[in-house]
């Protein structure tokens, strides 16, 4: 009988060190093992058997290692799609920042720009009664019209932002006018990092060293631009038609500051309109080429509206 319990036994142990785990013949040995510790020794405790161990502590690394995967993946998609926005609000070249952002995603911000005191001060009746006459074009109807026209020709979306003042220094009390090439370079450093592209629209009459005059100034692929309505009410049949030709000016800036040149093919809203009358001939849509440009040039998916 001593003899026999010896032999019994023998095999409990080999079968532990030499197990492999998952095949029939495990659990064939395994069944004979328990029985025979039963059998052969009732006091002993049951164990989980080493295989089961090994193979619920390899499920348990394989799901660890799957949910840190995954983990990474969703964090790092959602971390490279804000970084997107930010850096392309900065950056014309984005080829290294590339996902599959829909262009619905990105805001363009209108921001109205006001007079600080002490160009209010400085600004004489006809320029005041001027200024009076464009500011009824960019009220809250004609911020929310220009916004839609921009949602429209571009499919980004487009909100109006709390205005800005504009710092005194750059008004010119002589020209009556501010000075926009240094208006653009203080509104690109206080415009919103997180919109797309930004917009400065305010009723006064701006120009630049070399110009009488501007419509508006932008730089190609910049993230901000500015457009004047102080000259679009001079010789308009109705507010709609000077809204009209502000929404063009609008538009025309935003495409530069997207990285659009100018198109020689009048019917689109990136021909180059030197004067109110050629501003009045002069398309308001994108055409074919504007859009391959813009394409091109930002990585994302355009939800062109037909
Ligand atoms: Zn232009």
Redesign the pocket.
């Known amino acids: 009988m001593e003899l026999k319990q010896r032999l019994d036994l023998q095999p409990i142990a080999s079968a532990d060190s030499e197990r492999c785990p998952g095949s029939n013949a495990d659990s064939r040995n395994q069944g004979e093992v328990d029985s025979r510790n039963q059998a052969g020794n009732a006091a002993k405790p049951r164990r989980m058997p080493a295989w089961l161990k090994r193979v619920l502590v390899f499920a348990g690394i394989v799901i660890a290692m799957l949910a840190a995967v995954g983990a990474a993946l969703v964090g790092g998609i959602a971390w490279g799609e804000r970084d997107y926005a930010k850096r392309h609000a900065l950056f014309l070249s984005t080829d290294e920042y590339y996902l599959p952002v829909d262009s619905t995603m990105l805001t363009v911000q209108l921001v109205p720009l006001k007079m600080g005191p002490a160009a209010q001060a400085a600004l004489l009746p006809p320029g005041q009664a001027a200024c009076e006459q464009a500011a009824a074009l960019i009220d809250a109807t004609g911020l929310s019209e220009a916004a839609r026209r921009v949602t429209e020709l571009y499919g980004l979306d487009c909100e109006t932002s709390a205005p800005l003042t504009i710092p005194d220094e750059f008004f010119d009390a002589g020209r009556q006018q501010y000075r926009v090439d240094q208006v653009l370079n203080w509104l690109i450093g206080e415009c919103d990092p997180a919109a797309f592209r930004t917009v400065g629209v305010l009723n006064e009459d701006i120009y630049a060293p070399g110009f009488n005059f501007l419509f ?1 100034q ?1 730089t190609l692929g910049g993230n901000c631009c500015v457009a004047s309505c102080a000259r679009m009410v001079m010789n308009a049949d109705s507010v709609m038609q000077a809204r009209e030709r502000w929404h063009s000016i609008v538009t ?2 935003l ?2 500051s997207l990285g659009l ?2 198109n020689e093919d009048w019917n689109s809203v ?1 021909a ?2 030197n004067s109110l009358s050629e501003l009045d001939q002069q398309g308001i849509g994108l055409l074919a080429a504007d859009r391959q440009r813009l394409e091109s040039v930002h990585p994302i998916r355009w939800q062109w509206q037909d």
């Open positions: 508006g932008s025309h800036e495409g530069h040149t100018h990136m180059f309109g």
